[in-house]
């Protein structure tokens, strides 16, 4: 067991090999057991704490602890422990019971680190009141991470805190320190703390502002959409002796296409080209989202064609942004065309965006260019996810291509395990096309691999024995539906009453209304149920009374 002070696990040796009944019992008054005892001869020949240290051996953390410790293995040893906890033990016992060691700034700055993004404040917190009242010399660096930690943490005032106590660790403030809090408080939604900040950094904090320092304040106040004064500071900042860059100028771009103001946007694009600068490609990406949003497309596409023209290539957000823009625009040769290369050139395209080109590929009936796409994804190791993989499954069925669909269906189950809506999506395919053998099959495939079906699942069924005229096959299935504890909808009752009805079994619709009057069903559901079956009201209207009797609670 690890001992928590130097001292403490010698006492404890010699308060456990003490006779205590010798200690009570002795009847002399001067006869003090402690001076006989063989424990305290030991501690009275020490004369040093290195010598204490040396005398009692104390259990390390950790097996085999290294006979030569210096600062850069103990770094080392702290970060590789997944275990914080332990992590804090080896550099206590470090520090407390090896032999000729003592920590540094490099230790406290790897320990408190460590516990930052384990989210251990409260040690942090103490460590560095230990780091204060040593004489250890520190560095900005270690304030700074702690200042980002607190940020990502969401303790905006803690961040500042240790900002404003740095000093009293002889350290000096800079602005490096100083933009690391406004990063954190700019996280935080602190925008107005900011503000304030900013204004006061020379005359109260003695800090300089750097050009990095005007863009976390531009993007503070963008983030607050108050464009008036983001264009105010970036006026100011050469007042300021401060040249801003062209991420301050694409800060307030980006604000202007939020507030949707494409004309202000325009006018800051061009004030980055006319200082001289090349707009890099997010500047481009932001103008042409703005001009998607409001459907200037054409108007897009040019920037884009510009963006290329200049040698600026498009990132991975550029890709994506023109990429749905061309599927809204139903051209998906351009779309795939501009997948292709956005795929050629290593960037991984999400699955919503390779969902939308193939979705648009089908629309326009060219589903076997969407299949070779989803073929070329796998060869480029995008590996097509279940929402991509029902798409596509969707489109096949739809065009009455089961097979097919099957087959694909059975290459994507090789490398991943579909979901409940890649099974769902061919189980309505075979059961719109009268497989309901099929359907019945990969139903207790579905089942066996573990993936519990849901309403749409038995909606489908049941909506294909009513197509082939089975609709009381349907009323097994909703009757297994609530067994199993799947609540059924309005749609799954619809689907059923609709499909005795044209079946003519009326007796049996009376069957699914009981089912449905004893189930969780809202009055509309009801309504819109016994609107589906009535059509004599005096006929049924008995029949009904005694089903709402029947289930009345």
Known sequence: MLISSKFAGH??????????????STTAADDDPFKTHPSYQHLATIKSKSELLQSYTVTPPIKPWPRYLSHKKLISLIKCQHDVNLALQIFHHAGNFHPGFFHNYETYHSIINKLCRARAFDKVETLLTELRNSTIKCGEVLFITVIRNYGIASKPKMALKTFLRIEKFGVQRSVRSFNALLNALVQNKEYDFVYALFKNCQ???????????????????CKKWDINSATKVLDEMPVMGIVPNVVSYTTVLGCYVSLGDLVGAKRMFDEIVDRGWLPDATAYTILMHGLVKQGKFIDAVKIMDEMEENGVGPNEVTYGIMIEAFCKEKKSGEAVNLLNDML??????????????????????????????WKKLLIKNCTPDNSISSTLIHWLCKKGQIREARKLFDEFEKSSSPSVLTYNMLIAGMCERGELHEAGKLWDDMV???????????????????KVGNAKEGIRVLEEMLDKGCHPNKSTYSILIKGLLDSELKA???????????????????????????????NVCSDLDKILLENEV
Request: aromatic share 8%.
């Open 11 to 24: 006492r404890r040796q010699v308060y456990t090999a003490i006779n205590f009944t010798h200690l009570f």
């Open 508 to 538: 049996e619709v009376l069957r699914v209304l009981a089912l449905a009057a004893s189930g969780d069903v809202d009055p509309e559901t009801w309504g819109v149920l016994v609107a589906k079956f009535v059509t004599d009201i005096q």
């Open 344 to 373: 050629d050139k290593r960037y991984i395209p999400s699955p919503t965006l390779c969902s939308k080109v193939i979705d648009v590929l089908c629309e326009e009936g060219k589903v076997e260019d969407a299949c070779n796409l």
């Open 203 to 221: 005359k109260k904090l003695h800090i300089s502002p750097s050009v990095f320092t005007c863009n976390i304040l531009l993007n503070a106040l």
């Open 448 to 466: 066996d691999k573990g993936c519990i079906p849901n309403a749409f699942t038995y909606n489908m069924l049941i909506k294909g024995f009513c």
